[in-house]
């Protein structure tokens, strides 16, 4: 069965400091990849996209970048974080055809 | 540009009674529409979809209708239950390529 493993679960970074997060995919190929944000009362925001190794397409300008270094891995960065990053992060992936989206647990990411 | 737009934030139910949340979306290449349920602290799991080219799509209490017309989409729940309270997200697809999200409706079924 395919599962997605998302860490950390929670983190508190300071203001200008770096931000990795990391999202892998088991028991399946060639998936796309997104990273998700849901900032407080607000929806699930489309950051980034892949469809394959090294292939990334950013949805939205913004402080952030994805890096797709193997298939079933997908890396969110930052090399200097603003308070304005502050969200729940989420990864999922889509097995084309299939339409639904699987997400990981998520990663509430708090910037003092 | 919101594509994808839920306009009430929250609804209240009494158990046993529907609950119907709906959605509204702009985009006409939209293809497939899907619900997703999500409990705080956790990653939204999917729910119920529907193909462009249907109307209606019933599984067990969750029946999702499509209007293409107006472009709207409903969930319906009958009957609600407490556990089924929690942040209710519409999705559209265009190919599933990239999924976007609607803001979210908060479901409250008072036992």
């Known amino acids: 069965s395919q599962t997605i493993h998302q860490w950390p679960a929670t983190l508190v970074q300071p203001v200008g400091s770096p931000l990795s997060l990391e999202c892998t995919v088991e028991?399946?190929?060639?998936?796309?990849l997104y990273w998700y944000r849901q900032a407080a009362g607000r929806g699930l925001q489309l950051l980034f996209y892949s469809v394959g190794i090294g292939q990334i397409s950013s949805e939205v300008p913004q402080n952030l970048s994805a890096s797709r270094p193997q298939d079933r891995q997908f890396i969110l960065s930052s090399k200097k974080l603003l308070l304005s990053d502050s969200g729940f992060y989420l990864c999922?992936?889509?097995?084309?055809?299939?339409?639904?989206?699987?997400f990981g647990q998520g990663t509430r990411l708090t910037v003092v | 540009d919101q594509q994808v737009k839920q306009n009430s934030p929250s609804l209240s139910v009494q158990e046993g009674r529907i609950s119907i949340l709906n959605c509204d979306y702009t985009n006409s290449m939209f293809d497939y529409f899907l619900w997703y349920k999500k409990y705080p602290a956790e990653g939204p799991t999917f729910l119920i979809s529907?193909?462009?080219?249907?109307d209606k799509n019933e599984d067990g209490r969750f029946t999702v209708f499509l209007n293409k017309s107006a472009k709207h989409l409903s969930l319906h729940i009958v009957p609600s239950q407490p556990g089924d309270s929690a942040v209710y997200f519409c999705?559209?697809?265009?190919?599933?390529?990239?999924?976007?999200f609607g803001a979210g409706t908060r479901l409250f079924v008072k036992a």
């Open positions: 999922a992936w889509i097995r084309p055809p299939r339409t639904e989206a699987f």
């Open positions: 999705a559209a697809s265009s190919g599933g390529f990239k999924t976007i």
């Open positions: 529907i193909s462009s080219i249907k």
């Open positions: 028991g399946t190929s060639n998936p796309n």
